[in-house]
């Protein structure tokens, strides 16, 4: 009986272990640091009328705040080929000591 308690015991601890880490994993690959989504998924999130372009009122985000900069042609929308060459956003880094 003090055996199975023990070892129940253990196993409640290791998965909690498990939980934690992978929890933080998720939340380390979110905005800061993480992985980016593919020009295609912003795509299919933001292009509400599916016209294969983002007008200003469809983007969000970083997008929308530097949208002249990204419509390159000026034509009022964002185009898959204007994003993929978009220049890379500056990250705000603190300075290492």
């Known amino acids: 009986m003090k ?9 409640i601890a290791v998965s909690s272990i498990i939980i934690s880490c992978k929890s933080s994993e998720e939340t ?11 020009i295609s ?14 007008s200003k009122n469809e ?5 929308a705040k530097d949208f002249t900069k990204i419509d ?3 034509d009022g929308f964002i185009s898959k080929e ?3 060459n978009a220049p890379k956003p500056e990250r705000n880094r603190r300075p290492r000591n």
Do not use: H, Y
């Open 3 to 11: 055996r199975n308690t023990i070892i129940l015991g253990a196993l």
């Open 59 to 63: 983007a969000k985000g970083p997008l």
């Open 82 to 84: 204007e994003l993929e």
């Open 28 to 38: 380390s690959k979110g905005k800061r640091g993480g992985e980016r989504k593919s």
């Open 72 to 74: 390159s042609n000026n």
């Open 41 to 54: 998924a912003i795509f299919s999130e933001m292009d509400a009328n599916k016209d294969g372009k983002l």
